[in-house]
């Protein structure tokens, strides 16, 4: 759990306090209230997180990233690439996740997705005020559902484009159930019902270190972050939140419409394994890639999947050859998108 001090709700329309981060010098973190937990669980706060090396300079739309499941936002290597490209780097750490997590509170526990527009909106708004320009939005697994769902129901209440969103990049997006057939048949409907009226139990056999093993330096891995804010074997999944991702699968798989281009960066291939082993390292270890290529036509706009041969789960948490090849992948598409704004003739093309 952090310790960090929340600042009052004014601070949301006032702009102000911006304090020191956990990840050190050049990172920034802000606390965004939004008043009691819709779920219960006292107050709702979320943490923007901004990068801001004195060296920076502005030429792009700036980046927002939303974390996944068992995550928060901790790649530092991902925010430095964005800013020598000339972006201005924002992460956001959801409600009952990472620095927002509170004492009393069940880590990632909502029980519907839409409840995350508070803080993607704000976040949107600040982004915009601070830095005048577009916005370019990147999210990984359970945040690559979040997001464009979000994106659908801002497109529709206002427009994506017109809101200042320039483009979408999903690493490893969670577009529907892994597993046996009869998890996505007879089992969605026992998930909501379990999610619905027994929302807190626990599913069980959940908790799996495999993919933890292969990330974190103390096991099999090369990087480090906080084991509270991401345990290894990941948080509990509980029926409710359950619940409230397969209603969020159903709507995107019924067909979205986020209003802006996207790319979608995955893994070639899956392997599930309880244990860890080589070859949990070049492969997703938490989701089925057939899926994301299945699913990815629902976002309703133009679309570049692109399979990382050796990626992990998260694309970007890959070793040192994928990874490459997915911030090369990553800088084709932001390149391209730049040209194709400007053919297009959007406001959001910049110079």
Not at 126 to 144: D, F, K, M, N, W
Not at 304 to 313: E, F, M, T
Not at 330 to 336: A, H, I, P, Q, S
Request: net charge negative; glycine share 10%; aromatic share 10%.
């Amino acid at each position: 759990m952090t310790n960090e001090t929340s600042l009052s709700v004014s601070d949301i329309t006032t702009g102000v306090q911006w304090q020191p981060d956990v990840l050190g010098a050049g990172y920034e973190q802000r606390t965004l209230n939004f008043g009691p937990d819709p779920d219960g669980e006292g107050d709702a706060v979320a943490t923007l997180v901004r990068y801001t090396p004195d060296s920076a300079t502005t030429t792009e739309a700036a980046v927002l990233y939303v974390h996944g499941f068992t995550d928060y936002f901790f790649q530092q290597h991902l925010a430095e690439h964005f800013a020598e490209r000339g972006h201005r780097f924002y992460a956001l750490d959801l409600r009952k996740c990472g620095r927002s997590l509170r004492d009393g509170q069940t880590p990632h526990y909502v029980t519907d997705l839409a409840l995350y527009d508070d803080e993607l909106n704000e976040s949107l708004r600040i982004l915009r005020e601070e830095t005048g320009g577009e916005v370019l939005l990147v999210a990984h697994s359970t945040g690559g559902l979040i997001v464009p769902l979000w994106l659908d129901r801002l497109n529709r209440a206002r427009g994506t484009v017109a809101s200042g969103i320039t483009g979408l990049v999903l690493n490893s997006p969670w577009f529907d159930l892994q597993g046996p057939s009869y998890y996505r048949t007879i089992g969605t409907p026992v998930i909501k019902a379990l999610g619905k009226f027994r929302s807190m139990i626990e599913l069980p056999g959940g908790q799996i270190s495999s993919y933890g093993d292969s990330l974190h330096h103390s096991v099999a891995g090369e990087w480090d972050y906080n084991l509270d804010w991401k345990p290894l074997s990941g948080f509990p999944v509980r029926f409710g939140w359950l619940r409230a991702i397969r209603n969020g699968h159903a709507r995107l798989q019924a067909g979205l419409d986020i209003g802006v281009p996207s790319l979608i960066l995955r893994s070639r291939i899956t392997k599930f394994a309880r244990k860890y082993g080589p070859a949990v390292d070049v492969a997703d270890a938490v989701l089925d890639v057939r899926q994301i290529q299945r699913w990815s036509g629902c976002l309703g706009d133009r679309t570049n999947i692109v399979p990382i041969d050796g990626a992990r789960h998260d694309v970007f948490l890959s070793s040192a050859e994928p990874l490459a090849q997915a911030f090369t992948e990553l800088d084709n598409w932001l390149d391209w998108l730049a040209i194709y704004l400007r053919k297009s003739g959007s406001p959001e093309a910049g110079a």
